[in-house]
């Protein structure tokens, strides 16, 4: 049972310190006890238990924000307790899910003491910053709670794009596009948890896993010298039965057993993969 089970957005935001790091992921494996990985992915997040562990799988993407809100997204699964969906709840369970990403990174009292004093750019840039939102999330917000919506928001009636809003006020909030780019390089990066990297460095260094499987994992380039291992080719996206490939792999080697492999496919199948 994960500690995160029947909490409010609020209580989680609690245990994650009151606020939200620059590396989430990192933030929430050391506060939550929840792993996760960023990889190319087809499609968006999915939850899985691995020994009795949540693990978050999320895309990797330079736009930070988006992976915050799939992490909070799946956060909210696991909170919520609707990793297994039905079929006639699941449209019902990712609404639930989304209002408890939008909590947890936008909460009320926060988004509400914005608009209490004048509209300035610079404050809304900050939120944005501090928080790991959006333009366009934080637009939705406002609206959700009847709050005026500033002009400078809107560029040819649309949301300004997020990282073009920052770059307008760096300097006012104390940043510079090293900032920004650091943290659009964090989420963009392939990751895995550290100890999964060390199980699967220790498989390959007996044997037991081919040494471009560890590579990667690492995101680097394939430098097997064995004709075997250099025609294996690093995949740019991952279908979900991939993912649970990679994951059976880092997991086990017969570091997991059977019945936690069946486990996991009974999860996939769960959320509607579909798995042979």
Not at 130 to 135: A, E, I, N
């Amino acid at each position: 049972m994960s500690i995160l089970e029947g909490k409010t957005p609020a209580q989680v935001l609690g245990l994650l310190g009151g606020r939200i790091e620059i590396d989430f992921s990192s933030q929430v494996e050391k506060c939550l006890e929840i792993d996760v990985v960023q990889i190319g992915l087809k499609a968006g997040g999915t939850c899985l238990s691995l020994a009795s562990r949540p693990v978050i799988v999320v895309p990797r993407t330079d736009n930070w924000f988006r992976q915050m809100f799939a992490i909070a997204h799946e956060i909210g699964h696991i909170a919520n307790d609707t990793t297994i969906k039905r079929d006639d709840e699941i449209s019902e369970q990712e609404r639930g899910a989304n209002r408890f990403a939008a909590d947890l990174l936008m909460p009320k009292v926060q988004v509400e003491r914005l608009v209490e004093d004048k509209a300035e750019p610079a404050r809304f840039a900050k939120f944005l910053w501090d928080w790991g939102v959006s333009v366009a999330a934080l637009v939705n917000r406002l609206n959700k709670f009847d709050l005026p919506t500033p002009d400078f928001l809107f560029e040819d009636d649309k949301t300004v794009v997020t990282q073009k809003f920052l770059g307008k006020h760096l300097k006012e909030i104390g940043l510079t596009w090293t900032d920004v780019q650091r943290r659009a390089s964090l989420s963009g990066a392939q990751r895995f948890p550290a100890y999964l990297l060390a199980k699967l460095y220790e498989q390959v260094n007996s044997g037991k896993a081919p040494a471009g499987t560890y590579e990667w994992a690492l995101g680097v380039k394939n430098t097997a010298t064995t004709e075997e291992e250099s025609v294996r080719q690093t995949p740019e996206l991952l279908s979900a039965d991939e993912v649970l490939e990679l994951l059976e792999l880092l997991e086990q080697k017969r570091l997991v057993s059977s019945q936690e492999r069946a486990d996991i496919l009974a999860q996939l199948r769960a959320q509607g993969r579909h798995i042979l």
